[in-house]
Nanobody, 121 residues
Framework: QVQLVESGGGLVQAGGSLRLSCAAS????????MGWFRQAPEKEREFVAAISWSGGSTKYKDSVKGRFAISRDNAKKTVYLQMNSLTPEDTAVYYC??????????????WGQGTQVTVSS
């Protein structure tokens, strides 16, 4: 069992940055690939980024490559999403997830409650 709590969302102007954090509890965190997803109003939830259990490998949605960076600190049981050069199209509720499979074939098993990110133009 893994419980996930996101934080760090907020309102930012276009071009700005935010850093999301996801604090995990449970013994399996360090063995789990982790990821970030987002859901904009009236849209499907979509994959944003994923990281392997070791932190050595990552995967990104094409539209965030070069702007977002996922990382993790297994000692702190926390995964991060650094978001730079934000645009209004990045506005969404961002969810942290723990995978039941690899970071490459992500299968979300546990979800956080989400944190709102709003980017103003």
């Amino acid at each position: 069992q893994v419980q996930l709590v996101e934080s760090g969302g907020g309102l930012v102007q276009a071009g700005g940055s935010l850093r999301l954090s996801c604090a995990a509890s449970g013994r399996s965190f360090s063995n789990s690939a982790m990821g970030w997803f987002r859901q904009a109003p009236e849209k499907e939830r979509e994959f944003v980024a994923a990281i392997s259990w070791s932190g050595g490998s990552t995967k990104y949605k094409d539209s965030v490559k070069g702007r977002f960076a996922i990382s993790r600190d297994n000692a702190k049981k926390t995964v991060y999403l650094q978001m730079n050069s934000l645009t209004p199209e990045d506005t969404a509720v961002y969810y942290c997830a723990a995978s039941a499979a690899s970071y490459q074939n992500f299968e979300a098993r546990y979800w956080g409650q989400g944190t709102q990110v709003t980017v103003s133009s």
